[in-house]
């Protein structure tokens, strides 16, 4: 399963709309990220290099702009609450402080957007593992195995797939029109996960062992309930940066018209 938030080519979509000041007044984009004509008969291939071009800018952040790096990138909470404490994982489950590690190895595979519009979908994967590092609370059941605890996590997940996509509408300030983000979706596919739970039953390290033994051995039922929550935080997350940074860059600067 893989993470959060991420990947550094979702990013790169979003940091395509970086200003060099944070002002009201109209922003440039950088010389490094390459912009795409509306006029462009491959309007879609250049978006697909420019945003796949930009993740090895966005690695280290780019102090000038005032824009942190995305290698480790903050993630929203994930919380899961079982109202049905009959089914097989009824846990709640409860991750914070998370950073998300590796996102900047993620690959464009496609873009679709139509010229002029207010919506773009983009599928994007990252091949390599991502590891989400942070804090957690438990407390349920798995199977017939009570649960409990709280302290230091990590995640691991490898094998990400998303199709995401975001629209909005113009928005005129100062005679300029900018894109009003008013929406954000993702919807993932993972591969394997691995987890790792400190201080488990108070630190009881041989229960604690065997529990994270027991969720990774049967870690497909987790992931039925982690799917969800994770697409919200992901969406979350980047919505939260689009809304931003969309904000700062006109509409035809981004995407010049010819």
């Known amino acids: ?3 959060a938030s991420a990947t550094a080519a979702v990013s790169a979509m979003l940091l395509l709309l970086l200003t060099t000041h944070a002002s009201a007044a109209p922003g440039k984009l950088p010389s490094s990220f390459k912009t795409c004509k509306q006029n462009d008969p491959d309007f879609n291939g250049c978006l697909k290099q420019a945003m796949q071009s930009a993740a ?3 690695k280290k952040g780019i102090p000038s702009l005032g824009v942190p790096s995305i290698d480790p990138m903050p993630f929203a909470a994930i919380k899961i609450q079982q109202e049905n404490k009959q089914k097989p994982v009824a846990v709640d489950l409860e991750f914070d402080n998370l950073l998300v590690y590796e996102m900047s190895r993620g690959f464009v595979d496609s873009v ?5 519009s207010y919506r773009m979908k983009a599928h994007l994967r ?3 593992p991502m590891y989400m590092i942070g804090t957690y609370k438990v ?3 798995v199977l017939v195995l009570p649960i409990k605890g709280n302290g ?6 490898v094998g990400f797939e998303a199709d995401m996509e975001m ?3 113009p928005l005129e300030r100062d005679g300029e029109v900018y894109w009003d983000i008013k929406n954000f979706t993702v919807k993932m596919e993972v591969g394997k996960v691995h987890i790792q ?3 488990l039953f108070n630190g009881d390290k041989v229960l604690g062992d065997n529990m994270n033994k027991f969720l990774n051995e049967n870690m497909d039922l987790l992931v039925q309930d982690l799917k969800a929550p994770i697409e919200l935080a992901l969406a979350a997350t980047h919505m939260d940066v689009a809304k931003r940074l969309f904000s700062k860059v006109p509409y035809n600067s981004v995407f010049p018209p010819s």
């Open 112 to 116: 679709e957007m139509v010229p002029g």
């Open 197 to 199: 739970l400190d201080n």
């Open 152 to 157: 230091a996590c990590n995640l691991t997940i």
């Open 139 to 141: 407390d349920g059941n």
């Open 56 to 58: 090895p800018l966005l």
């Open 126 to 128: 990252v091949d390599d």
């Open 1 to 3: 399963m893989s993470s």
């Open 167 to 169: 629209w909005g509408e």
